[in-house]
């Protein structure tokens, strides 16, 4: 993560985990010669606004809620 300080590297399960409150930082991916700018949409990240960054508690299914587009460029 750019926005992070320090040199750590993650898995996308981590990286996702470990931005579950901050859905706003600029993330790369190794892709083999260098990085490439990923979001952390496309790693899997998924923003629950509300009840603690959780789920829902009241709903059976999480896909009954309307898809959300992030423009992080536009920090929103």
Known sequence: CLTCSGDQMFCHSCIVKAHQFLPFHKVQEWIGKCFQDKSL???GF???MG?????CPFSDDPQTWEDMLL???AGF
Request: aromatic share 8%; hydrophobic share 20%.
């Open 41 to 43: 949409e496309e790693l």
């Open 46 to 48: 998924i923003w629950h």
């Open 51 to 55: 009840h603690g960054g959780q789920p």
């Open 71 to 73: 423009d992080t460029e």
